[in-house]
């Protein structure tokens, strides 16, 4: 995590597990939600292998196991299945993403920086890192949970999977995109495509797919403790993506900013959303 951001993981982490053990103490940590908890601190636990595995291997993972074991424990309906089949597949997505760019020539020298600098990572740092990654994919599944888990699932369920589908192709565009454009020239800026208008679409499609996910849980619970909790890795989520964008959107500044190109480039696109003037 980079930017402002990072200064409220700590915070963030005691906040979610306040929510944990308010659940516990409500009596509302049945089996399912309590499978769910230990299932992903031990997906984690890839992060004492290799600290970057956990923010994509280990959050792809997550995404696939555990709403496959939520609609194994509660047999959803059709709608709320198909719902679920979105999260896995943006979790085989990801996972699929993240081998191929491993594998790719362009982030070779990315990827042996990575493991350079997590060497050098203090592990009390990287017990708080699993700890936190580890309690916001329960709180991002727990609106999977919800869904799985209701009998009240309403009509809106499809625009909340329509939403899904729709940020989660964005995403898949334009990573493609870009490791196509970086697959001829590994030292350029991507600005073809999604790219033309929006300096960060991979990022806004993250943001539409759980916005999306957090919807189908609203549509699905009328709890507000439910609203509370799936809410809080959501707005993680989101401000995450929102400052890892506006750091890449400096760092690109800072490497192409003496480009005439970069900077007509600049001023004919948007942050994650297109410009309007």
């Not at 990022?203 to 439910?226: K, P």
């Not at 190109?261 to 297109?274: A, D, H, I, M």
Request: charged share 15%; net charge positive.
């Amino acid at each position: 995590m980079q930017g402002p951001i990072r200064y409220f993981t700590l915070p963030m982490l005691l906040v979610m597990w306040g929510g944990v053990y308010w659940l516990w103490s409500s009596d509302l940590l049945i089996a399912p939600l309590l499978i769910g908890i230990i299932g992903t601190h031990l997906i984690c636990t890839i992060i004492f292998h290799r600290f970057m595995y956990a923010f994509n291997f280990g959050y792809a993972s997550t995404m696939i196991l555990l709403p496959l074991i939520y609609a194994a424990i509660y047999s959803p309906g059709f709608a709320a299945s198909v719902f679920l089949a979105v999260v896995i597949l943006y979790g085989l997505r990801l996972g699929l993403f993240s081998w191929r760019r491993y594998m790719s020539e362009s982030y070779a020298a990315r990827a042996q920086e990575s493991t350079k600098a997590t060497r050098a990572i203090p592990f009390p740092l990287v017990i708080i890192t699993w700890l936190f990654l580890s309690a916001l994919m329960f709180f991002i599944t727990f609106n999977a949970w919800a869904v799985a888990s209701s009998g009240n699932v309403n009509a809106t369920i499809w625009l909340s999977t329509l939403v899904m589908l729709i940020g989660l192709s964005i995403e898949a565009i334009a990573d493609r995109q870009k490791q196509d454009v970086k697959r001829i020239d590994k030292d350029t800026f991507c600005y073809v495509g999604l790219y033309k208008k929006i300096r960060h679409p991979n990022y806004l499609g993250e943001i539409i797919f759980h916005m999306g996910l957090y919807w189908g849980m609203v549509s699905s619970s009328g709890q507000i403790h439910a609203l509370i909790l799936g809410g809080l890795g959501t707005g993680w989520i989101l401000a995450m993506m929102c400052s890892e964008a506006f750091v890449l959107d400096q760092k690109q500044l800072e490497r192409y900013g003496e480009l005439e190109k970069f900077n007509e480039y600049r001023k004919t696109s948007g942050l994650l959303l297109p410009r309007l003037f």
